[in-house]
């Protein structure tokens, strides 16, 4: 399957400031990535799906303008949150699908957001 | 509306045999998947069915019905290791997935 990575895996920040996080797919080209973003003992919930040279598609009651993401490549996709407040701080994971009749999805190892 | 429904919490032994279900309701449906999540960590797939039966893995079987809207993810031979959540998810007709809230595996020696 893909191999995925995410940098920073965690990251403490101030309220107000903003924080960019990276996906990266290091043996596909990914035409489509997805950020979810879980909180404590809850599910998965997708936040957007991102699409290489296009806007991304937000899920209803996500703010498009308070989580940035720029599919800016085959092999990039970045999720800023900006202006961030003690309840955006979650687990944040990107995913990439197989590709092709492979729907399965793959996922980065995560990155953890802690606002102060 | 779209659902995905699992239980929240199993206790099985290690050595032994556990069975976790999952009842699913979407538009349309284009397959379903398990994912193993250990505490902290990204998802790993662990299986896809798309048609009616049993698909065998190792130690890991899933079983679909579309019929029933229904699946279980069997384990076998349990391990301390397979202390962890699994998802269960469904692919609506868009191909979107439909995750369920997890059921945490709990095992004990």
């Known amino acids: 399957g893909a191999v995925v990575s995410q940098h920073p895996s965690w990251v403490i920040c101030k309220s107000g400031t903003s924080v960019k996080i990276e996906c990266r797919s290091l043996d596909f080209q990914a035409t489509t990535m997805f950020w979810y973003r879980q909180f404590p003992k809850q599910s998965l919930m997708l936040m957007a799906t991102s699409n290489e040279g296009s806007k991304a598609t937000y899920e209803q009651g996500v703010e498009k303008d308070k989580f940035l993401i720029n599919h800016a490549s085959l092999t990039l996709s970045t999720l800023t949150v900006t202006s961030a407040h003690p309840e955006d701080s979650s687990f944040y994971i990107c995913?990439?699908?197989?590709?092709?009749?492979?729907?399965?999805?793959?996922f980065g190892p995560g990155t953890r957001l802690t606002v102060t | 509306g779209q659902n995905i429904d699992q239980p929240t919490e199993m206790t099985a032994t290690e050595g032994a045999i556990v069975q976790i279900n999952c009842t699913y309701q979407t538009s349309g449906f284009n397959g379903l998947f398990w994912y193993q999540q250990h505490a902290g960590e990204a998802p790993t797939f662990l299986s896809y069915n798309v048609l009616d039966g049993l698909e065998e893995k190792g130690r890991f079987s899933s079983f679909l019905s579309r019929s029933k809207g229904y699946s279980y993810l069997l384990l076998k031979e349990l391990q301390m290791k397979d202390s962890a959540s699994y998802l269960c998810?469904?692919?609506?007709?868009?191909?979107?997935?439909?995750w369920g809230a997890g059921t945490k595996l709990i095992i004990k020696p």
């Open positions: 995913s990439v699908t197989g590709g092709g009749f492979s729907y399965e999805q793959y």
């Open positions: 998810a469904a692919m609506d007709s868009n191909y979107q997935l439909i």
